[in-house]
């Protein structure tokens, strides 16, 4: 009988032995130059034998004010090296705030609810079933109270009850699992794009536990999906400033204020992708956090193509022709995402990417540039740098795009369609519940590391690059996919049929 698997031909063998030991000695390459020198001199030295190196020794003329001047610089040096240091951003903990399951919105639901509400508007109903079709998203999802009314109350009472529930949860949770108290946060970041009363969410939080008349409290408005990573990045600077302090950043979207009631398509889409959620996340820069946290901070990197007209109006608050508000959805997004990655992807590659993928990816540069520019341009592996990506759950066409720009596998999308699956679009909390969802799998060591990217309005990509600080143990019995991570990854088709 024939072999079940066929046999690997040798050329392939060699091809694949070849790639490898060039990674190896690429990466490895100043290493095994300083071992080579150190081994030089070390047999050189046995050559020469006691004697000769006593008299190489004395040759020297090592003055005491020499020596003294010697070690003055290296001890300046030292000094600057360690003043000039930047503090290590801790992440101690995060908490998801999970929806109870009363909340959820069917499709069915969904559906029914817009017939009755867009009664004398059929082709908006049918264009928004198309879209739940091919959305992603899954039966379990979440909407507040107020947008399952009918009619929907849109007002600011719903609103502000919507952002109590969703954030006070959300720190309530982190307080339990990291065993903070208020008194000990310094630092106070909240991140809400839409909703922006008076006082502010910030002030809200300041307000419900009593935290310290010193705080240091800001409010991000406006920003889009990416203002987490925007809060991160804030509160990393805040950190490099403030020693021996607590940074806790808030990101939430509030849905209730922005649930789209007219027939624009282009302004109803929203209404299908996004879902309540948000998520408490405990930054510090103590030293003393260092073994309990769960992991540091190595980079964060902010693009902004707000120059560009196209970029800055893609997506877009506005009134409709009959004086609806809601956010426009440009038909040209993917594309002006794309760009903005390739510009982010373009600072953050040499920060990340080992010597091999930075060495090939100029190589193909300097060919096409100078040889034929025809040639397709190299794309780095950067499977080769993190474990693990963590895209923004913005709909399915965003993961599919960047898991082809990539070329990641369908493990390394997982997490994130499956948040889209279970939760939607939670806007700039996704990545957390992508984060939580890799953690309760058990798939999270030390020493791995996480990439988290981001898109908001503006048009922003903003990227950060997280590396685990303890293996983390699996627990179905924790954190927002308590009860149902056994369930997944579950698969659906790309067309879900039958949502009437």
Same mark, same amino acid.
């Given at each position: 009988?024939?072999?079940?698997?066929?046999?690997?031909?040798?050329?392939?063998?060699?091809?694949?032995?070849?790639?490898?030991?060039?990674?190896?000695?690429?990466?490895?390459?100043?290493?095994?130059?300083?071992?080579?020198?150190?081994?030089?001199?070390?047999?050189?030295?046995?050559?020469?034998?006691?004697?000769?190196?006593?008299?190489?020794?004395?040759?020297?003329?090592?003055?005491?004010?020499?020596?003294?001047?010697?070690?003055?610089?290296?001890?300046?040096?030292?000094?600057?090296?360690?003043?000039?240091?930047?503090?290590?951003?801790?992440?101690?903990?995060?908490?998801?705030?999970?929806?109870?399951?009363?909340?959820?919105?069917?499709?069915?639901?969904?559906?029914?609810?817009?017939?009755?509400?867009?009664?004398?508007?059929?082709?908006?109903?049918?264009?928004?079933?198309?879209?739940?079709?091919?959305?992603?998203?899954?039966?379990?999802?979440?909407?507040?109270?107020?947008?399952?009314?009918?009619?929907?109350?849109?007002?600011?009472?719903?609103?502000?009850?919507?952002?109590?529930?969703?954030?006070?949860?959300?720190?309530?949770?982190?307080?339990?699992?990291?065993?903070?108290?208020?008194?000990?946060? *310094?630092?106070?970041?909240?991140?809400?794009?839409?909703?922006?009363?008076?006082?502010?969410?910030?002030?809200?939080?300041? *307000?419900?536990?009593?935290?310290?008349?010193?705080?240091?409290?800001?409010?991000?408005?406006?920003?889009?999906?990416?203002?987490?990573?925007?809060?991160?990045?804030?509160?990393?600077?805040?950190?490099?400033?403030?020693?021996?302090?607590?940074?806790?950043?808030?990101?939430?979207?509030?849905?209730?204020? *922005?649930?789209?009631?007219?027939?624009?398509?282009?302004?109803?889409?929203?209404?299908?992708?996004?879902?309540?959620?948000?998520?408490?996340?405990?930054?510090?820069?103590?030293?003393?956090?260092?073994?309990?946290?769960?992991?540091?901070?190595?980079?964060?990197?902010?693009?902004?193509?707000?120059?560009?007209?196209?970029?800055?109006?893609?997506?877009?608050?506005?009134?409709?022709?009959?004086?609806?508000?809601?956010?426009?959805?440009?038909?040209?997004?993917?594309?002006?995402?794309?760009?903005?990655?390739?510009?982010?992807?373009?600072?953050?590659?040499?920060?990340?990417?080992?010597?091999?993928?930075?060495?090939?990816?100029?190589?193909?540069?300097?060919?096409?540039?100078?040889?034929?520019?025809?040639?397709?341009?190299?794309?780095?592996?950067?499977?080769?740098?993190?474990?693990?990506?963590?895209?923004?759950?913005?709909?399915?066409?965003?993961?599919?795009?960047?898991?082809?720009?990539?070329?990641?596998?369908?493990?390394?999308?997982?997490?994130?369609?499956?948040?889209?699956?279970?939760?939607?679009?939670?806007?700039?909390?996704?990545?957390?519940?992508?984060?939580?969802?890799?953690?309760?799998?058990?798939?999270?060591?030390?020493?791995?590391?996480?990439?988290?990217?981001?898109?908001?309005?503006?048009?922003?990509?903003?990227?950060?690059?997280?590396?685990? *600080?303890?293996?983390?143990?699996?627990?179905?019995?924790?954190?927002?996919?308590?009860?149902?991570?056994?369930?997944?990854?579950?698969?659906?088709?790309?067309?879900?049929?039958?949502?009437?």
């Amino acid at each position: 009988m024939p072999p079940i698997f066929p046999e690997p031909s040798n050329s392939f063998i060699k091809l694949k032995h070849v790639k490898l030991g060039y990674q190896y000695l690429a990466n490895h390459f100043l290493t095994i130059i300083l071992i080579l020198v150190t081994l030089s001199f070390l047999l050189e030295a046995v050559w020469l034998g006691p004697d000769e190196l006593l008299c190489l020794w004395r040759s020297l003329h090592l003055e005491p004010m020499y020596l003294l001047c010697t070690s003055l610089l290296v001890i300046l040096v030292a000094t600057v090296r360690f003043m000039s240091k930047t503090q290590t951003v801790f992440l101690i903990d995060y908490a998801c705030y999970k929806p109870p399951v009363t909340y959820r919105v069917p499709f069915s639901m969904f559906i029914e609810h817009s017939r009755l509400i867009l009664k004398d508007n059929p082709r908006s109903i049918e264009f928004q079933a198309r879209m739940l079709e091919r959305s992603g998203l899954g039966e379990e999802t979440c909407l507040p109270r107020a947008i399952r009314c009918l009619p929907p109350k849109t007002n600011m009472e719903e609103a502000r009850a919507e952002a109590v529930l969703v954030i006070f949860s959300s720190m309530d949770s982190l307080f339990e699992k990291t065993g903070l108290k208020p008194k000990d946060i *310094n630092i106070l970041i909240v991140n809400c794009s839409l909703f922006c009363p008076t006082p502010s969410l910030s002030a809200m939080v300041i *307000n419900k536990y009593k935290l310290r008349q010193d705080i240091k409290s800001f409010n991000l408005s406006g920003m889009g999906c990416s203002a987490g990573l925007i809060s991160i990045n804030l509160a990393r600077d805040l950190l490099q400033v403030h020693a021996n302090s607590n940074a806790v950043v808030v990101s939430t979207e509030i849905i209730t204020p *922005n649930f789209y009631r007219g027939s624009e398509r282009a302004m109803l889409l929203p209404n299908c992708l996004f879902r309540m959620g948000g998520a408490a996340i405990l930054l510090s820069n103590r030293r003393s956090n260092q073994s309990r946290a769960k992991y540091r901070l190595l980079h964060l990197v902010r693009t902004h193509n707000g120059a560009v007209d196209k970029a800055y109006r893609c997506v877009y608050e506005e009134q409709d022709m009959e004086g609806k508000a809601g956010i426009n959805l440009s038909k040209d997004l993917m594309e002006i995402a794309g760009e903005a990655l390739k510009s982010n992807i373009t600072t953050i590659g040499p920060l990340v990417l080992p010597a091999s993928e930075q060495l090939l990816f100029l190589v193909m540069l300097i060919r096409r540039k100078f040889f034929n520019p025809e040639w397709k341009p190299y794309i780095p592996d950067f499977k080769q740098a993190v474990e693990h990506f963590c895209i923004h759950a913005g709909g399915r066409a965003v993961i599919d795009q960047l898991q082809k720009n990539l070329r990641l596998s369908a493990e390394h999308v997982e997490a994130s369609r499956m948040t889209l699956h279970k939760f939607g679009n939670t806007s700039s909390s996704s990545l957390w519940y992508e984060m939580s969802y890799i953690e309760s799998k058990g798939q999270m060591r030390k020493g791995h590391r996480v990439w988290q990217i981001a898109f908001g309005s503006g048009f922003k990509c903003n990227s950060a690059i997280w590396k685990c *600080n303890r293996s983390i143990e699996a627990r179905a019995d924790d954190g927002p996919w308590k009860d149902c991570i056994n369930r997944y990854p579950v698969h659906f088709p790309e067309i879900v049929s039958n949502i009437d």
